[in-house]
């Protein structure tokens, strides 16, 4: 609909195509709102938000327009990333792992994720992608400081696909299909020099 969501520290703001500015936080709506960290949308408009000050206020939140709902997280876990694919699932990257939501509720990965990489399974999925060809790109990595990796998904296999850089931090598709990835976006302790690649580009 031509509107801009931002997520903050406090909350959410909405920009719509005529300019004007909506807060949406604790005080505007019955919602948790807190530190923001990560949004997506569907195909049906709903706006979901992954919102965690790390203590108790830890919710996915949907806004479908009109009524706001809340939703825990999976138990003992943060959310980190959202994806919705083109069959309309939220992919949700969890601190360790990930999963799906899918008629609210989170339901486990599709495909041989029992064959999956360690790394997926254990690791923080720090940005899900969804490409042209239907193929979902997870970033993999440890904020702390360990490599992760890029992964994609074919409908069946979760497949590596081996960049030189390791601490993959953020996956944007272009409308041409490029796809562009950050690497060391949210990774304080990762040592950086002079020569370390921090953008990628698969065309």
């Known amino acids: 609909n031509n509107n801009k969501w931002i997520g903050t520290l406090k909350g959410v703001v909405k ?11 604790n005080a ?4 948790s709102f807190d530190f923001i960290m990560a949004m ?5 408009g709903k706006i979901y938000i992954a919102t965690s ?3 108790n206020r830890r919710k996915l939140i949907s806004y479908d327009g009109t009524q706001w709902k809340e939703y825990n997280f999976p138990p003992l876990r943060v959310i980190v ?11 949700v990257g969890l601190d360790q792992g ?7 509720q989170y ?10 990489d360690f790394k997926l399974k254990s690791y923080s999925v720090e940005s899900i992608a969804v490409d042209q060809n239907d193929l979902i790109w997870i970033g993999v990595g440890t904020p702390r400081g360990g490599a992760g990796d890029l992964f994609y998904f074919d409908g069946v296999n979760y497949n590596l696909f081996d ?11 272009a409308a041409n299909g490029n796809i562009w990835i950050s690497c060391h976006g949210k990774y304080p302790f990762a040592t950086i020099t002079s020569a370390t690649p921090l953008l990628y580009k698969i065309d």
């Open 107 to 116: 339901t486990d990965p599709p495909g041989n994720f029992e064959f999956a």
């Open 15 to 25: 920009i719509d195509f005529d300019g004007k500015w909506t807060l949406y936080n």
């Open 28 to 31: 505007t709506t019955s919602s």
């Open 163 to 173: 960049l030189p850089e390791k601490y993959i931090s953020h996956i944007n598709i």
């Open 53 to 55: 000050n790390y203590g």
């Open 98 to 104: 990930f999963v799906l939501f899918v008629n609210e």
């Open 81 to 91: 990333s959202l994806a919705v694919d083109n069959l309309n699932r939220l992919w």
């Open 40 to 44: 997506a949308v569907d195909h049906n």
